[in-house]
């Protein structure tokens, strides 16, 4: 499974970006998909989730980010309002097919095994 982010760029503090990410090759029936991000010299960090119905999102981007399925099976988006210098970063869609362990593991990067290249994400202040 490969998984294809897009949609980063440079855009003012309080200026809006929206991230999209699809995945192909074999695809399941239903992916559990997720965005983190890793900012320099800081570890990499979860954002947010789609697990099913399921929507999970750190404390730091809730209420300014949010994650929706698109229209292509297996496909996410992350619309991003609000921007602050702190979420440059690039950012990371990752997928699983183990929908049932991500329902209480959402927020850890070990339990998605896949993961596409990073879109860089820069806010300028």
């Known amino acids: 499974v490969q998984l294809q982010a897009s949609g980063g760029g440079l855009v003012q503090a309080g200026g809006s970006l929206r991230l999209s990410c699809a995945a192909s090759?074999?695809?399941?029936?239903?992916?559990?998909m997720a965005w983190f991000r890793q900012a320099p010299g800081k570890e990499r960090e979860f954002v947010a989730a789609?697990?099913?119905?399921?929507?999970r999102y750190a404390e730091s981007v809730k209420g300014r980010f949010t994650i929706s399925r698109g229209n292509a099976e297996n496909s996410v988006h992350l619309q991003m309002n609000s921007l602050k210098s702190e979420d440059t970063a690039v950012y990371y869609c990752?997928?699983?097919?183990?929908?049932?362990?991500?329902?209480?593991?959402?927020?850890?990067?070990?339990?998605?095994?896949?993961w596409g290249q990073g879109t860089q994400v820069t806010v300028s202040s």
């Open positions: 090759g074999r695809t399941f029936s239903s992916l559990g």
């Open positions: 990752v997928g699983s097919p183990r929908t049932s362990d991500l329902y209480a593991n959402y927020y850890a990067p070990t339990f998605y095994d896949y």
């Open positions: 789609l697990i099913g119905s399921k929507i």
